[in-house]
């Protein structure tokens, strides 16, 4: 890894923001798009209805959502009203830019409503680019470390709730790491390469 400036990684779902984007992305299209274009409402209705009792993968309720409804100002609007942050991580986040470490955050969210969240450099899932490019696990951390070697940069913090971003907690083994409110199997999993909070 390249010295030079150092950077912070952050998570979205359950670690910035408290709870899942995505529930609440589709939540504010079904609130917003009954009356504007119901078709689009029912459509989600549909998905959704249909993963809650397994007929489909998540990805095909998230991806065929997402190409329904894109980026309606009605529903991010709502979005950005709903969507909660988590107080410990952005007191976290200003003391690790008090240090000097820029910020990333780094999501499986889609990037065209992450982006409307998060004010800042951002790592995250291209609706175009299909599930297959979804950016979780070994991917992002791969788009990581991408990111620090174009940048020349050298990571710094990695804070998640989730084990899925254990390949970006290694890319960093010495810390710190930090888990935001961790399941025990989280928690239990990242035990050597993070900190609980």
């Known amino acids: 890894m390249v010295e030079g400036r150092k950077v912070t990684v952050v998570d979205l779902d359950g670690t910035l923001v408290q709870g899942n984007t995505l529930h609440l992305y589709l939540r504010a299209a ?19 209805a249909a993963r809650a009792v397994r007929l ?15 980026a309606h100002p009605a529903v991010i609007a709502r979005l950005k009203e709903t969507a909660h942050y988590n107080p410990q991580v952005i007191k976290l986040l200003e003391e ?6 820029t910020l990333l955050l780094a999501t ?16 995250g899932s291209d609706l175009a680019a299909g599930p297959a490019e979804e950016c979780r696990g070994e991917r992002k951390a791969a788009a990581v470390a991408a990111y620090l070697r174009t940048h020349r940069s050298q990571l710094s913090c990695v804070i998640t709730d989730h ?29 050597t390469l993070a900190t609980p909070l």
């Open 30 to 48: 079904l609130r917003s798009l009954w009356w504007r274009r119901p078709l689009t409402a029912l459509r989600v209705a549909m998905l959704m």
């Open 56 to 70: 489909i993968p998540h990805s095909t309720m998230k991806y065929g959502a997402a190409r329904a409804v894109g």
């Open 96 to 101: 690790r830019k008090a240090m000097g470490d």
């Open 108 to 123: 499986a969210a889609f990037t065209f409503y992450a982006r409307e969240l998060w004010d800042g450099e951002l790592i």
């Open 163 to 191: 084990h899925d971003d254990l390949p970006l907690l290694r890319l960093n083994p010495t810390g710190p790491n930090y888990l935001i409110n961790p399941s025990k199997k989280t928690a239990a999993l990242a035990a």
